[in-house]
């Protein structure tokens, strides 16, 4: 698949290197039930590279599923690496090692697989929904999201109360990492928007059996 970026590297004579800035930088937002996001925009220089990269050479799945009685397309595209499997860059097995030493006090334990989702355009997007397959539904635990490609907002609602939304636009290499409750109580997801998108691809590295 080939999808270019309306600022895409081959725009200027020579392409940013791919660099991962100081996570010190990162910046915490406390939500309610001791949940929190950080946030640390523009964390890879010269992730339109990335975008075009991972867009060409990931095997990426279109994944069906049952919806009631009908079996419904997934609106965006899926790739998934376990513990252990090659990253589809170096870039990411370098980011993913930064954040698990930047949290290895708080987590308690290295961030180990990866996810990817790739949202064409605005009709893709995940609905309202916490990453509460594994222990997130019973632990504290963090999932950190790299984003590149154009901006799609990320947006946070609490499960109880009545906190305020928080609406994160992340694309171009920005990271968000959602931590301590983030996943049993509040959800999050990418809207779908009438207004035209562009592509967005985001990785999701995740500690051991947290989905
Ligand atoms: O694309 C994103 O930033 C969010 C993806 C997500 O929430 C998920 O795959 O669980
Ligand atoms: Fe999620």
């Known amino acids: ?9 081959f725009d200027s004579a020579e392409a ?13 937002t406390e939500l309610s039930h001791d949940a929190w996001v950080d946030l640390l925009p ?5 992730s339109d590279a990335l975008f075009e ?10 994944e069906r599923r049952k919806m009631y009685d009908n079996v419904v397309s997934v609106p965006r595209l899926l790739a998934h690496y376990r513990e ?17 030493a930047h949290y290895a ?5 290295p961030f180990t697989t990866a996810g990817l989702c790739f949202y064409r355009d605005g009709r893709d997007g995940v609905a309202w929904h916490g990453d509460r397959l594994g222990r997130g539904n019973t632990h504290d635990t963090m999932v950190a999201i790299l984003s590149v490609g154009e901006p799609r ?11 305020p939304q928080l609406r994160l636009p992340l694309g171009h290499g920005d990271l968000v990492v959602m931590g301590g409750s983030c996943q049993r109580t509040w959800e999050h997801a990418i809207p779908k928007t009438a207004r035209g998108a562009g592509p967005r691809i ?3 590295f995740r500690p051991h059996n947290v989905g």
């Not at 940013?16 to 915490?28: I, N, S, T």
């Not at 990269?53 to 279109?62: G, I």
Request: charged content about 20%; proline content about 8%.
């Open 153 to 163: 907002a990320l947006v946070l609602r609490p499960r109880y109360g009545d906190a």
């Open 84 to 100: 252990g499997e090659p990253l589809p860059h170096p870039v990411l097995g370098a980011a993913r090692e930064a954040l698990s």
């Open 53 to 62: 990269h991972l867009a060409t050479h990931v095997p990426w799945r279109a």
């Open 1 to 9: 698949m080939s999808v270019h970026l309306q600022t895409s590297l």
């Open 202 to 204: 985001s990785i999701q």
């Open 105 to 109: 006090e708080e987590l308690g334990e």
């Open 42 to 46: 523009g964390w890879l220089t010269g």
């Open 16 to 28: 940013a290197p791919l660099r991962l800035g100081d996570l010190a930088a990162l910046r915490r």
